[in-house]
Nanobody, 119 residues
Framework: QVQLVESGGGLVQPGASLRLSCAAS????????MGWYRQAPGKQRELVATITSGSGSTTTYADSVKGRFTISRDNTKNMVYLQMNTLKPEDTAVYSC???????????WGQGTQVTVSS
């Protein structure tokens, strides 16, 4: 079992930055791949970024956020982060983190944090 709690969302103007945090507890954090997902009103949830387990040597990003967002993890603190720069109105969504392991059906989700980009 893994419990995930996101924080760091808010209302910002276009071009601003935010850093989202996801705190994990309940299991060995380092064995999980981690991902950030987002869901805008009326749209399906989409993958934003992922980072592999362990040292997090491999990251992936949605094309829409490449070059603007950075995912990272700190296994000593059981944390995963999403640094979001040059935010755009189309980044407005509820952002959630997910813990998962390859080949394992069970995954875990946080409750989400709202990010609103508006002038």
């Amino acid at each position: 079992q893994v419990q995930l709690v996101e924080s760091g969302g808010g209302l910002v103007q276009p071009g601003a930055s935010l850093r989202l945090s996801c705190a994990a507890s309940g299991s060995i954090f380092s064995i999980y791949n981690m991902g950030w997902y987002r869901q805008a009103p009326g749209k399906q949830r989409e993958l934003v970024a992922t980072i592999t387990s362990g040292s997090g040597s491999t990251t992936t990003y949605a094309d829409s956020v490449k070059g603007r967002f950075t995912i990272s993890r700190d296994n000593t603190k059981n944390m995963v982060y999403l640094q979001m720069n040059t935010l755009k109105p189309e980044d407005t969504a509820v952002y959630s983190c997910r813990a998962f392991r390859a080949g394992i059906r069970n995954d875990y989700w946080g409750q989400g944090t709202q990010v609103t980009v508006s002038s």
